[in-house]
């Protein structure tokens, strides 16, 4: 596109456009990119003109062109924020700016963009919907080129625009944008099948001719019969919509219903309707499948009446009805409202709004609420790609306020979409006025009433309940906080129980000298840290009072069971010169228990793993029951019995209850044993599981801990972990 033809282009749909400003960007940018070339060999400057020619197609304002034609100046070339502020403004160097840094996230590691980076992507196009606009042209262009691009790269490019561009585009409705990457990307992805769809549907052509345009015209006649004026357009599903239809309904390509696909577009909404009815009249319908996008736009605006019927011979067709300006927002979106009012052109939301639309920017700020929430890893990447990919089911609360949920939305992602409170507190669900399982899928047209409790205690399995990245972001913030408050009561305990121990207290000392040595913010962090095992308690004690140096654990007269000093402790027929020596992880034995060795040559270099020591009823010797071989005779040597000092997990459940595992931390301190790591499982409402390593002096001591833990009625069971 030469530069008079850019200038025509905005001019015929803006007639107040500064012609000056978008020759100066024009200039600027083929001055700034000068001989850079394109992986295709052509001339880099192309690449932002043709994309500032892809959004003069949906009529964006001049500041939104422009950008697109600075778009890589300030990334590639030596053009600063600062240049381009000073010469086109501060708007255009804000939008320049946004769309830059996405570039740059593009350009990092998979492995530390997917998830990092992903956030501050949602939360820069979250903030004008102008710089989505043109990275989606931009992402458009590089994939009409891919094919220059080296194979490696292909793949990855394609994938992130399916995964990440089409759905964005999708959630501001430019479907024809979002339809064409899609395309593009499945040409790379999975070239095989796309082949084999496009073949069944040529075949599909020459079986039923001119089936499009003799449908449209029957449709026509027969609305027209009936008093309304309508236009029909016929159309083929796209071979990657297919693709995903046939993934989503496990079905063979003959059974799909929806091959073909007709466009029926009247003057007004109310004819939408009458338009249905005499469809209806005219041809059965099949069954639920029929939906009401007009009264229920989805939350990209996009509204239609969608009906599939049994058609002219036979055909199953599925129909959309619709009027001119819901035609336009369902190709073009949040672009569709751009025109001229006010001696001003640009985004009228005013028009937006009577269309039925909403806030553009609406879905993504869903996304953003994760992403202020702190949530992070591989898990926020998925949460983002289900919020953006899943269609949409309409529920409603018991006042009739209409809530917009993804396909297979439960209970819980409907209370935590209506207040981040009414989710914490649920306890239960009618669903159309009768009590249901909180692992119920809402459908369409339910109305939903959350049962709340009296207090926010959200079971940590509630997680599986939901599928929105807002609802199960939610869940982990107040399981860390609920989890938080009682490490900070276990690691205060611990640390109150070792002082005394020694004649010392708490009372006497305030934690600052620990706060400094260790490092720590908050008293509350130090006790966080000593209740999960990640700070020593005698480390504490000893910062607190330095005269109990070497006195806490035993006087130091006990010794830890390592693999290092494993010869001073164990004896029997395996342990040959140079055979090293494992202590199980799966039974951790201690002295006093029944001990067996098994010494393993693997693989076809016969590589020696050493000689493992396990507890006689350990469930992992079962591994070795046909193979004689391996096993080895053990005894513990008298040094144990007086020396040794080990570690046994236990496994409990515990009600869940206030205070409990500060009672089982003074349970266990009482008989001697010390707590080196806790962690907490199938929290139900009202029972958790938890899993203990307890240093302990031998089996005896192992046992007795266990029968003081059963003694307390809020323990449920307490065993030793065998395995």
């Known amino acids: 596109m030469r530069q008079f033809e850019l200038i025509e282009a905005v001019k015929a749909y803006d007639p107040t456009a500064d012609e000056a400003l978008l020759n100066k960007a024009y200039v600027y940018a083929m001055k700034m990119h000068g001989s850079q070339l394109r992986a295709s060999g052509d001339p880099y400057f192309a690449h932002p003109i043709q994309v500032a020619g892809i959004l003069t197609d949906y009529k964006l304002d001049t500041a939104t062109i422009v950008t697109a034609l600075l778009h890589d100046v300030v990334e590639d070339t030596s053009a600063t924020r600062d240049d381009i502020a ?71 490019i394609s994938r992130e625009t399916l995964e990440v561009y089409a759905p964005l585009g999708r959630s501001i409705g430019i479907h024809s944008i979002a339809s064409e990457l899609e395309e593009l990307a499945f040409e790379h992805l999975n070239a095989t099948a796309r082949t084999a769809i496009m073949r069944r549907l040529e075949a599909l052509k020459l079986e039923h001719g001119s089936a499009i345009t003799r449908v449209s015209k029957e449709i026509e006649r027969v609305l027209g019969e009936g008093g309304i004026k309508a236009r029909v357009k016929g159309r083929e599903k796209t071979p990657y919509s297919i693709w995903r239809k046939l993934q989503r309904k496990a079905v063979g390509f003959s059974s799909l219903a929806d091959i073909y696909g007709f466009r029926v577009i009247v003057e007004s909404e109310d004819d939408c309707y009458r338009s249905l009815g005499i469809i209806h ?36 067709i599925e129909m959309q009805i619709r009027t001119e300006a819901m035609d336009r927002v369902a190709e073009d979106g949040v672009a569709a409202h751009w025109r001229y009012k006010n001696q001003s052109y640009g985004l009228d939301r005013e028009a937006m709004q009577a269309d039925g639309g909403r806030d553009p920017l609406l879905n993504l700020r869903h996304l953003v609420q994760v992403v202020e929430h702190g949530e992070g890893g591989e898990d926020w990447v998925e949460h983002a790609k289900l919020e953006m990919y899943l269609e949409q089911v309409f529920v409603f609360t018991p006042k009739g306020k209409l809530i917009t949920l993804p396909r297979g939305g439960m209970p819980l992602d409907f209370a935590y979409a209506v207040h981040t409170e009414v989710g914490d507190t649920a306890v239960g669900v009618k669903i159309n006025g009768e009590l249901k399982p909180m692992r119920t899928a809402l459908q369409n047209g339910d109305v939903v009433e959350i049962i709340r409790g009296s207090k926010a205690e959200v079971p940590t399995d509630w997680r599986s309940l939901t599928v929105t990245g807002r609802a199960r972001s939610a869940i982990r913030r107040h399981i860390r906080v609920s989890e938080r408050e009682e490490f900070i009561r276990l690691g205060r305990v611990s640390l109150e129980q070792t002082l005394a121990q020694h004649g010392k207290s708490l009372k006497d000392v305030t934690l600052k000298a620990a706060l400094e040595t260790l490092t720590v913010a908050t008293e509350d962090d130090l006790l966080d840290a000593v209740g999960r095992g990640r700070i020593a308690v005698s480390k504490v004690a000893e910062i607190l009072f330095p005269a109990l140096k070497g006195q806490i654990q035993g006087s130091g007269e006990r010794k830890r069971l390592q693999d290092s000093s494993a010869r001073l402790f164990v004896r029997g027929s395996g342990l040959t010169p140079g055979v090293s020596i494992h202590f199980a992880d799966c039974c951790c034995p201690v002295p006093g228990d029944r001990i067996v060795g098994i010494h393993e040559v693997v693989g076809a270099d016969g590589v020696d793993t050493g000689l493992t020591v396990h507890t006689i009823d350990c469930q992992s010797l079962a591994d070795y029951a ?58 139900q409402h009202d029972f958790f599981d938890v899993e203990l390593d307890v240093e302990v002096k031998d089996a005896r001591h192992a046992t007795m801990i266990v029968a003081a833990l059963r003694a307390n009625p809020k323990v449920d069971v307490v065993d030793r972990v065998r395995g």
């Open 86 to 156: 000073e010469m086109f403004g501060e708007e255009i160097a804000v939008l320049v700016e946004g769309v830059t840094k996405l570039s740059r996230l593009e350009l990092q590691a998979e492995h530390t963009r997917q998830a990092e980076n992903l956030r501050k992507f949602i939360l820069a196009i979250s903030r004008d919907v102008r710089v989505l606009l043109v990275k989606l042209a931009d992402r458009l262009h590089n994939m009409r080129t891919l094919h220059y691009v080296k194979p490696e790269k292909r793949e990855r």
């Open 281 to 316: 009249r005219i041809w059965p319908m099949v069954p639920d499948r029929f939906k009401d996008f007009i009264s229920t736009p989805k939350s990209n605006n996009y509204r239609s009446l969608h009906t599939t019927v049994i058609g002219p011979a036979g055909m199953k």
């Open 626 to 683: 046909d193979d004689d071989t391996v096993w080895r005779d053990m005894q513990w040597t008298p040094q144990a019995e007086t020396d040794a000092m080990g570690a046994v997990r236990l496994h409990a459940t515990i009600q869940h209850a206030p205070g409990v595992l500060g009672q089982v931390a003074t349970t266990i301190g009482e008989a001697g044993g010390n707590i080196l790591n806790l962690s907490m499982s199938h929290r």
